[in-house]
């Protein structure tokens, strides 16, 4: 019996850390990319339209930022978890964050293990 896989939005304004973090997903066998934003604005979109388990939400975004994105997908979509991963040590700004119901945060600088098992823990809630 295969295990039921774990449907991940990646939020990011760069391409490179979305393909980064797409080739991370593809080595563990029960996460699975639902899809790609590179600004809050789709990510609410695309939430909404996708569904995933969870979001890789970065903080820093032009258009909409993670906070403002985080809070509407929450308040919207509260069965989806959303996990910070941000390169920002700006903690005001990861409060704000957590505030906005963000289940964790992470530095961009995070093994793929421990990305993966917060991912993995998000939706055991």
């Given at each position: 019996m295969q295990e039921r896989l774990i449907r991940v939005l990646i939020v990011d304004d760069h391409p490179l850390v979305r393909l980064g973090l797409t080739a991370l997903l593809e080595v563990c066998d029960d996460l699975e990319l639902a899809g790609e934003a590179k600004n809050g604005k789709e990510a609410v979109e695309l939430a909404e339209q996708l569904q995933p388990d969870v979001i890789l939400m970065d903080l820093i975004m032009p258009i909409m930022d993670g906070v403002t994105a985080t809070r509407i997908i929450r308040q919207k979509l509260p069965h989806i978890q959303v996990v910070v991963l941000t390169s920002s040590i700006?903690?005001?700004?990861?409060?704000?964050?957590?505030?906005?119901?963000?289940?964790?945060?992470?530095?961009?600088?995070?093994?793929?293990?421990m990305l993966a098992n917060t991912i993995r823990a998000a939706v055991l809630l």
């Open positions: 700006d903690f005001e700004l990861i409060q704000k964050a957590q505030d906005a119901g963000a289940y964790s945060y992470m530095f961009k600088n995070v093994t793929i293990d």
